[in-house]
């Protein structure tokens, strides 16, 4: 997750740069960089692989001058972690800084080299520089020429500018990357957050998604990519600021809800080259094609995410999957076959019956691979592979972000087996990853349709129960979104195969209960429908989770229907979660419980 920072003061700017990436060292990178622009306009800039110590040490040896500057901690996505690599680039008279994925770079890159520009990196960021550069050398205004180039990229991202010839001048925007302003009596910053900030600013500015920003010491001109002005304001913030900080959201769950487009590219650069649009070599050291089953073992949400990933797996590699529930894990007399994966999932790497499920596995010498978002963990001590989800701090009892990162891993690693195994060709595991590809950009637009769940969610809160619908991987989303509601809102939800409904709960069905069914458009899609037609016949109170591609078939029996975006397969199943949290969590606070920490529930449950 890469670090951004930018000054424009009163004194030199490197120094006080170097300080505020020191504190977004939290966030993991590879590379570090900074340019300033001396009150001649001129730009000088310095950056090396490695850790900042690395950069500390080049700037000793040449300080560079100037009060306004910008400054980059690199988490690779683009490229190896090299000095050529590293951010800030620069295209004369641009540098820019770069957090996220812009998915039109190849397309971009190659617009740019016939037109002549001259590119010396394998970063999607270097493109952004170049288009900048064009816009102002045609004459544009700083203003229009950040207008145009926000409207040529395609992805999730947070970005900050500095110009030579423009002292005292920065810009930055924003969609699905966080990115905040830090105000103070002769100072003002841009932050990937308030960490970096606060121990210098007194007031902080949260840019919202599609906010640009045209900064001096004076004056902060905040518009949206239209270049129509936007109204942000400044709240104060203390002195400390811990890793744990809402921002301007209201609960923490809301935030992390909306930090998914950031942390879902961060996760899926781990795996996947972006650049070169293939599975990330060494990124997982598990040959699938020597497997002849795999198990996956977790609890709660994490268990929703291996029932997910056993569709993934059993579809595209062809390999069987075991999945238990990691509490019933040891205690049903389990073989503990030598040519079988044991596979646990746990957000915090803590979770007691997993954990222990993990140590039954290994005692029995099955080599055990690990999904966690926790790196310093017993979990991650203790398994042979250690899978990364990089979602960062969760606070929020409720799992949102880990869970998506979870997903987002197991598809990965579905991927990465069908290749091992010869049951996806080349060009099918490209699509595979392009779809992983696109999927920061896919939770963004999913994200924009916040207020037409709150208003659905008016009609949930206040029901006694709730029935949840599905088929194949939208099963395990239907049952992670009765989970949801369950934990937050304390509403009885059941989630259910849409083909069980038969079987006895839609004897439970009247005008009173609303009857989630998530129904992408996919090879399940017409089944989906009858189960849905058998609701409508009975009264039932019918919300579909769909798409644009399934929306008309069920636009007449449906109570309400939220579409989503349309998406390749492999994405669908993350794709529908999105609007499940943002329904549990809206009913939540219509029925004022507690939204970040519901009663009787913790984050890391430590004990069987």
Known sequence: MCGIVGVIGTSEAAPLLLDALKRLEYRGYDSAGIATVAP????????????????????????LAGRTGIGHTRWATHGAPTEGNAHPHVAEPVAVVHNGIIENFRALRRQLEADGAVLSSETDTEAIAHLAARHLASGAPLKEALVATLAALEGAYALAFAFAGHPGVLAAARVGSPLAIGLADDLVMIGSDAIALAPFCERIIYLEDGDVALLTADVIDVFDRSGAPVHRTATSVPVQVSLAEKGNYRHFMAKEIHEQPEVLARTISHYVDVGAGTLRSGAVPVDFGRLARLSISACGTAYYAGLTARYYFERLAGLPVDLDVASEYRYRARPFPADELALFISQSGETADTLAGLRAAKAAGQRIAAVLNVATSTMARETDVFLPTLAGPEIGVASTKAFTCQLATLASLAVKAGADRGTLSDAEAAEHVEALVELPRLVAET?????????????????????????????????????????????????????????????????????????PSDDLFAKTVSNIEEVHARGGRIIAITDRTGADAIAETASELVVVPDAPPLAKPIIAAIPLQLLAYHSAIINGTDVDQPRNLAKSVTVE
Not at 45 to 59: C, T, V
Not at 465 to 487: T, V, W
Request: hydrophobic share 45%.
């Open 40 to 63: 001649d306009g001129a730009m000088t800039r310095r950056r090396a692989a490695g850790k900042l110590r690395n950069l500390e040490a080049q700037l000793q040896g040449g300080p």
């Open 447 to 519: 994200l924009a349709l916040e207020a037409q769940v709150e208003r659905v969610a008016r009609q949930v809160a206040s029901a006694q129960s709730a029935l949840f619908l599905g088929r194949g991987p939208a099963f395990a989303i239907a049952m992670e979104g009765a989970l949801k509601l369950k934990e937050l809102s304390y509403i009885h939800a059941e989630g259910y195969p849409a083909g069980e409904l038969k079987h006895g709960p839609i004897a439970l069905v009247d005008d009173r209960m609303p009857v989630v069914v998530v129904a």
